[in-house]
């Protein structure tokens, strides 16, 4: 338990940029007095210009860690990668055995899994955190996913139970499980907000091109959804978007920026971790793709000239009947999108042994972080009936609401294929499902195929062992 002492601090942070200032003056808020470093001196002022006396802000790392109460707690929220290897190293220099240092940036499951093997062995207990909100989440009350070291959670508990944000009096926040579990846990996280902002930016594109309307009319319709069972953050930021102007201009100002996505790399690392993981998560795999495609307007400008579109565009001109569709296709899709990650989830956990609990992930998402969603209920409810759920698809509750959405999104998916209006992720959820549900794939003409250019073997059906065939002897 972190005790209050008037001179030295209980809580240090690394990293006094959009998160690590934010985050900080969150824990200060509750009552803790704080420290912060960063390497560049503006950050330093700009935290100690608040003239906060719970704040201190340092740009000398000995100053920082020696104004903190031990065992010192320190949390960095620096860039993913080599900075966060530079940082540790800075601070073994400098903190004792038993000091606790916590990751809170997106850093890949795999350096949290040497970085928690490497301060163990040295005697440093090491939490790796996945943290989501944003900046008004972290100053405000975000989501947390910490894992590694279930001591020193306990130790930091009470601090991240205070400044989490808050569902029915619970805090977003809970220890995931073993090693880089809480990594693992958002980056699956950003997958699933990958594959979430696909889709709305797809359901634009049709409400916009396939049935023709304007700014406004898309604002309603984000507005309607965000008072339904598709409220979600993701949906009320998009209907904020739909509705900001910049002072004396009269045209939405979203319509300024470039239609070129960037990625960090989350989706990707989620949409590798599935593969090698042997998961199928299309529908994040998509998101990440098209974020690529994205990128080459040089390529898709020429192309548009070479290749114009279908005669007819437009869907239907009874659009107020076709948005009852099209809200029924995004229902089905969007529980695709948590489907997959939580099946990537539920496959990580076997295979690395976290010691995972789904329902508490899904509890922890329903408040504070980037996915948080009215449906995050069904799947805290799916998980909590049944622990040991392999896919939110077997659920009954989701089972009966996914049968009576499937005619939207077949209508939306053929209605755009026929019009020439792209729908990548929503037809991926669709062709997703049709096979999930689909006995008998037809995988075993590839086996086939396989077998006769590469005598790779296949297994029969109804008859154990494996066999090859030579394929070319002709037959009978
Ligand atoms: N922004 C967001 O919405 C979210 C971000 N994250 C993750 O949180 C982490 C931090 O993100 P964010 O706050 O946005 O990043 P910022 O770039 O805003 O802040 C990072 C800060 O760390 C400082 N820094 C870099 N290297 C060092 C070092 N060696 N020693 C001390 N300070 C250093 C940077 O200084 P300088 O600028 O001089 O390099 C900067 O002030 C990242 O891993 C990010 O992916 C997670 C959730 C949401
Ligand atoms: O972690 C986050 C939210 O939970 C970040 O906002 C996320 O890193 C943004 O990712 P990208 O820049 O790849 O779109």
Redesign the pocket.
């Known amino acids: 338990m972190i005790q209050e002492n008037k001179n030295q601090s209980s809580f240090g942070m690394?990293?006094?940029?959009?998160?690590?200032?934010n985050l900080l003056q969150n824990i200060a808020d509750h009552g803790y007095n704080c420290s912060g470093?960063?390497?560049?001196p503006k950050?330093v002022d700009t935290l100690n210009n608040l003239s906060r006396n719970d704040i201190h802000a340092y740009s000398d790392?000995k100053a920082f860690v020696e104004n903190l109460k031990s065992p010192k707690t320190v949390m960095m929220?620096?860039?993913?990668g080599k900075?966060v290897d530079?940082?540790i190293g800075?601070l073994l220099e400098v903190l004792d055995k038993g000091d606790i240092i916590i990751d809170?940036?997106?850093?890949h499951f795999t350096d949290t899994e040497r970085r928690f093997a490497d301060l163990e062995k040295k005697g440093y207990h090491f939490v790796g955190m996945?943290?989501?909100?944003?900046?008004e989440?972290?100053r405000k009350g975000p989501s947390m996913m910490p894992g590694g070291d279930k001591n020193a959670y306990e130790t930091i508990k009470p601090v991240l139970e205070k400044i989490a944000a808050h569902v029915n009096g619970e805090p977003t926040v809970a220890y995931m499980g073993e090693r880089s579990a809480g990594h693992f846990v958002?980056m699956v996280h950003n997958g699933i907000e990958y594959a979430l902002m696909q889709l709305i930016s797809e359901t634009y594109e049709v409400m916009k091109k396939g049935l023709q309307m304007d700014d406004k009319e898309i604002y309603e319709v984000f507005k309607k959804w965000n008072d339904g069972r598709l409220k979600s953050y993701l949906i009320e930021i998009t209907r904020d978007i739909f509705a900001y102007k910049k002072k004396g201009e009269d045209h939405l100002f979203f319509n300024d920026i470039k239609d070129e996505a960037k990625a960090?790399g989350?989706g990707k690392w989620t949409s590798q971790a599935a593969m090698d993981l042997t998961v199928p998560v299309p529908i994040i795999d998509i998101a990440v793709s098209m974020r690529d495609l994205s990128k080459y307007k040089d390529l898709r400008t020429k192309a548009s000239q070479m290749y114009p579109d279908p005669k007819e565009i437009k869907f239907t001109d009874k659009k107020g009947e076709y948005i009852a569709q099209l809200e029924e296709a995004f229902y089905f899709a969007m529980v695709s999108a948590y489907a997959q990650g939580m099946h990537l989830l539920y496959s990580a956990n076997e295979e690395f042994k976290y010691d995972l609990n789904l329902d508490l992930i899904a509890k922890i998402w329903r408040g504070g972080c980037i996915i948080r969603s009215e449906f995050l209920e069904d799947i805290y409810a799916a998980y909590k009936k049944d622990s040991k759920l392999k896919h939110l698809f077997l659920d009954d509750s989701v089972h009966k609401n996914l049968l009576k959405s499937i005619s939207g999104i077949r209508t939306v998916v053929s209605d755009a294929a026929l019009h020439g209006i792209a729908v990548p992720a929503f037809a991926v959820a669709l062709s997703y499902f049709d096979n999930f549900r689909n006995e008998e794939m037809p995988a075993n003409l590839i086996q086939a195929q396989r077998d006769f250019f590469g005598s790779h073997t296949y297994e029969l059906r109804g008859k154990e062992g494996v066999f090859h065939t030579d394929w070319e002897d002709g037959g009978n």
């Open positions: 690394i990293g006094l940029g959009t998160m690590g200032s470093y960063d390497n560049d950050k790392l929220l620096v860039p993913a900075i530079a940082v800075e809170g940036g997106n850093s996945g943290v989501s909100g944003g900046e989440g972290a958002k960090k989350t």
